[in-house]
């Protein structure tokens, strides 16, 4: 099966900063990467997503990127602000499953 | 707007108990899924399930059995509770990609049900 890792676990800003979060996945078949942004108390909410066929995305202060080659794709925050302060994670899945492979999750704390 | 809404936010159990977890969705999706989420391990797939009455085990079935009666309903069996079983557990759905191109893969969950079994 898919084995998604993700880095870092816990990373803290300022804010006004950058912060980016890696995953990497094992499978050469997944073609469908996701972003989840998880609030205190919420179930995690998708922010973002790219499929393989390109190679970066943009929607306002957030972008993901994806390197096929090396199996591995990024989130990208520009100009943090404390309401991004949440869990991430990054997800892998395959057209044909219909299910996802998740990272094990990125605490960011943005301080004002 | 779309909803997936659990049972419980919070729930109580003694080890032994039989634990049933509700889940329903309102938005006529194929797809359902039980999730468990602990620090650290991120989510990891319990079971899901494609159709009525159809289910897939996921990577950690092992304690846990489904039910899927009607489309919008996805019940998580907990058959003796146990301790190691404490944790919070999500509910997922999404449209079923098959023979034709949806517009989005998205999973849709809900808020989670915070399982303590003593």
């Known amino acids: 099966g898919e084995n998604v890792e993700q880095h870092p676990s816990t990373l803290s800003v300022q804010e006004g900063d950058s912060a980016v979060i890696k995953c990497t996945y094992s499978?050469?078949?997944?073609?469908?990467f996701p972003w989840y942004k998880q609030e205190l108390g919420k179930g995690p909410q998708l922010i973002i997503d790219?499929?393989?066929?390109?190679g970066e995305k943009k929607d306002q202060r957030i972008a993901v990127t994806l390197n096929k080659t090396a199996k591995h794709f990024s989130l990208h925050i520009t100009e943090t602000q404390p309401e991004d302060s949440a869990v991430y994670f990054c997800?892998?899945?395959?057209?044909?499953?219909?299910?996802?492979?998740f990272g094990t999750g990125t605490s960011l704390t943005v301080i004002p | 707007d779309v909803k997936v809404t659990q049972s419980s936010r919070y729930l109580v159990k003694r080890t032994g108990e039989k634990v049933f977890l509700e889940c329903v969705q309102d938005?006529?999706?194929?797809?359902m899924f039980w999730y468990r989420q602990d620090p650290g391990l991120g989510l990891r797939l319990i079971y899901f399930?494609?159709?009525?009455?159809?289910?897939e085990k996921g990577d950690i079935p092992e304690g846990y059995s489904v039910s899927r009666e009607k489309k919008e309903r996805f019940s998580l069996i907990l058959e003796s509770a146990s301790t190691n079983q404490t944790s919070m557990y999500l509910c997922?759905?999404?449209?079923?990609?098959?023979?034709?191109?949806?517009?989005?893969?998205?999973?849709?969950f809900g808020p989670g049900t915070r399982l303590t079994v003593t």
């Open positions: 997922a759905s999404s449209l079923r990609l098959a023979f034709k191109p949806i517009s989005s893969y998205e999973q849709y």
């Open positions: 499978d050469s078949a997944s073609n469908y």
């Open positions: 790219i499929r393989s066929n390109v």
């Open positions: 997800a892998a899945s395959k057209d044909t499953g219909n299910q996802f492979y």
């Open positions: 938005m006529d999706h194929e797809n």
């Open positions: 399930s494609y159709d009525v009455k159809m289910k």
